[in-house]
């Protein structure tokens, strides 16, 4: 907030938020557009719109400032109006937040999370000619502040959908742990075979660069047009705007931290690719979409750690999660799935705090940390001693996904018949043979 000062200058001047303005001192001059100024910004610092989209702050005691022309305030987001079309298919539109909606907010100079799912819409007039589309606000979150919880709400109005007679359902959300989303998404709703399409962005619909639309056409063609009937993630398939893919819920992994392609598929090909005029290209087997729609499963058991062996890592962080009463633990293993085992220094050995947990219940699976390949019981001395110690190697499956599908084995079935469940694949999630996708850059 600006000071009372310069509220009281600009009032006196007849200077409003959006007018054009002068600011000028010795040894320069600049002209732009008043903004709001930000919570994280000194009170006395004018923040000023350049023409070319950038913003720049001065020293209101240090310049004069002028009024050029009025502008026409700070623009409201205008809501869309769509003339739906009962006869293209039928396709529930799920917001829950996340950079595909959101845009500058002028009180922090950060972006903030658009309230209604009409905001997105506006800016896509093309969905209207895809899909009979009904738009429903479940919540307005950031992934990074969702929790299983979230999952849960989102699977339970997924189902509600499919039951009234939604042909597919686009949810948006954010990229951070979209992957987590979609992996807990694939098992709950394992039994719908209908498709449930998950999209974002990685830039804010109001960037020039912005992946936001695309993502989202691309992602209701799938839901109104394909004929699978899986949880996936449909994104950007390149840096360009060619394609998107389809990539399988539990084989999805974001893989870079800016990039429109940032997803990936792990040991596995995408399902589908889809450009931006509905031309959908499979590329993988998938399970078919049906008229056969189950209930959603979604009990979880939050009681389940992911953590990372590591050089000189000590292994005291398993007995933190049993003294907490943990019931499930994924290790992130080095190469084909080891943990420090036969150090010279045996306060390093991973291996006889495995085996206490093992001996007390806890339920504790391996994965690569690798992310591409799989791990192999058998090969070396080490990775035998830890499956003699009661660990469950887990082939090919993401950390991610083997974190998710413990918990949710835990929350929904008998805890003596998880071991063999962990290691079968549920929802996509094992391979028998792993494909290499390679991150181009």
């Known amino acids: 907030m600006y000071s009372d000062e310069i509220l009281d200058f600009l009032k006196s001047a007849k200077i409003n938020i959006g007018d054009e303005i002068r600011a000028t001192a010795k040894d320069f001059g600049i002209d732009g557009e008043i903004m ?27 310049i004069k400032i002028t009024k050029v022309k009025s502008g026409k305030g700070m623009p409201e987001f205008p809501k869309a109006e769509f003339k739906q079309d009962k006869k293209l298919p039928k396709i529930s539109l799920i917001y829950t937040g996340g950079t595909i909606g959101s845009k500058i907010d002028y009180k922090t100079g950060g972006v903030y999370m658009l309230v209604k799912p009409e905001e997105l819409l506006y800016e896509v007039p093309e969905l209207a000619g895809i899909a009979c589309i009904s738009s429903k606000e ?9 929790s299983y919880r979230e999952w849960q709400a989102i699977a339970n109005a997924v189902e509600k959908e499919a039951m009234a007679g939604a042909d597919g359902i686009v949810i948006t959300i954010g990229t951070d742990t979209m ?32 992946d936001a639309f695309m993502n989202l056409i691309c992602s209701t063609y799938l839901a109104a047009k ?29 893989m870079h931290s800016s990039r429109r392609d940032a997803f990936r598929p792990i040991n596995d090909r995408p399902i589908a690719l889809v ?70 220094d045996k306060n390093y050995s991973w291996l006889p705090k495995i085996k206490n947990a093992v001996s007390k219940g806890m339920i ?66 094992i391979k028998e043979r792993s494909e290499y996708d390679e991150f181009l850059v």
């Not at 479940?138 to 969702?146: K, N, P, T």
């Not at 979609?182 to 719908?192: E, I, P, R």
Request: hydrophobic residues 35%; contains cysteine.
């Open 36 to 62: 709001p100024n930000t919570e994280a910004t000194h009170p006395e610092i004018i923040v000023i719109k350049l023409k070319n989209g950038y913003n720049v702050g001065v020293n209101f005691r240090k």
């Open 138 to 146: 479940l919540f307005s979150i950031s992934s990074e502040d969702m």
């Open 179 to 210: 992957h987590y989303a979609a992996a807990a998404l694939s098992f709950m709703l394992k039994d719908l075979h209908i498709p449930v399409v998950l999209t974002g962005s990685q830039r804010s619909s109001d960037r020039g660069s912005s």
């Open 226 to 254: 394909s004929n699978i009937g899986e949880v996936g993630i449909c994104m950007h398939s390149s840096s360009s705007d060619d394609k998107c893919h389809f990539i399988r819920g539990t084989k999805a992994r974001k």
């Open 275 to 344: 450009d931006i005029k509905g031309n959908i290209e499979y590329r993988n087997s998938y399970s078919k979409k049906s008229k056969d729609i189950g209930r959603a499963i979604t009990g979880f058991q939050n009681s389940v750690a992911l953590v990372k062996a590591y050089p000189n890592s000590t292994p005291d962080i398993i007995d933190f999660y049993l003294q907490k009463g943990y019931e499930g633990l994924i290790i992130e293993g080095t190469g084909l799935g080891h943990t420090p085992t036969s150090t010279k």
């Open 364 to 429: 504790i699976g391996m994965t690569s940390q690798c992310i591409y390949g799989r791990v192999n019981e058998n090969v070396y001395r080490n990775l035998r001693l830890l499956r003699n110690a009661g660990v469950i190697y887990c082939e090919d499956m993401l950390p991610e996904t083997a974190y998710i599908k413990l918990g949710w084995l835990l929350g929904n079935y008998k805890k003596e018949d998880i071991p063999k469940l962990l290691n079968t694949d549920i929802a996509g999630e």
